[in-house]
């Protein structure tokens, strides 16, 4: 059974890679010039809240027109 994700969900730097394509390397310069909220700290772990990386994927898609 796959879990349904809430816009509150948290997710990991793996979870954005795998669905965007981008690299880890490239979400850190986006956290850094301020594009993608920093990451809520769990000790040694980060995490985002899925509506903030939902914004910033809309905020990035293509305009294929």
């Known amino acids: 059974m796959v879990r349904q994700?809430?816009?509150?969900?948290?997710i990991d730097?793996?979870?954005m890679t795998?669905?965007?394509?981008?690299t880890s390397k490239y979400f850190y310069?986006?956290?850094?010039?301020?594009?993608?909220?920093?990451p809520i700290?769990?000790?040694?772990s980060s995490r985002w809240l899925l509506s903030?990386?939902?914004?910033?994927?809309q905020s990035h898609k293509r305009n294929d027109k």
């Not at 994700?5 to 948290?10: A, G, H, K, Q, R």
């Not at 700290?41 to 040694?44: D, E, I, N, S």
């Open 5 to 10: 994700l809430e816009p509150t969900s948290l």
């Open 13 to 15: 730097m793996r979870y």
């Open 41 to 44: 700290k769990f000790g040694r």
């Open 29 to 38: 310069g986006q956290i850094k010039t301020g594009n993608l909220p920093p």
């Open 18 to 22: 795998n669905d965007s394509g981008f």
């Open 52 to 57: 903030d990386y939902e914004k910033w994927k």
